[in-house]
């Protein structure tokens, strides 16, 4: 394979790690950012010592690692405030961050779950509703 491909699977397993990461770190969004990058670029590094991609694996596992703990947190942050506890959530976004890891290694899908995960976090935080109503409503 060329390496168009290897930077792809740096790109995946950056944003599964980025997933994984935000999983564990809601309360400190920035913390889990940096977090997921240094990891992205351990991974994009271990790749390139392993086959050719030169330099885009580095930059492919960091931009992974921010794309996916930046789509991730959005998705984390909403479920435990919609009651969610913390244990349980880390554990289904860990599954969910080994289930991209393994997408990663498909042909292209690398790239496309590092796209995926910013655009599915900004429609639901654009879905979401400012606050909570409540009984408000019935008042009116």
Excluded: C, H, N
């Amino acid at each position: 394979m060329g390496g168009w491909y290897w930077i792809g699977v740096s790109i995946g397993l950056g944003a599964a790690a980025g997933v994984l990461v935000a999983g564990f770190a809601t309360r400190v969004i920035l913390a889990a950012v940096v977090i997921a990058a240094a990891i992205g670029v351990g991974l994009g590094y271990a790749i390139d010592a392993w086959q050719p991609g030169s330099w885009g694996d580095l930059v492919g596992g960091a931009s992974g690692g921010l794309a996916g703990a930046l789509g991730a947190t959005q998705i984390v942050r909403g479920a435990l405030r919609r009651g969610g506890t913390a244990g349980a959530t880390a554990a289904l976004v860990a599954g969910a961050a080994l289930a991209a890891a393994g997408l990663a290694w498909i042909p292209v899908v690398g790239y496309l779950e590092a796209l995926a995960l910013p655009v599915l976090a900004a429609r639901l935080r654009r879905r979401a509703p400012e606050r909570y109503a409540g009984l408000r409503t019935l008042a009116k």
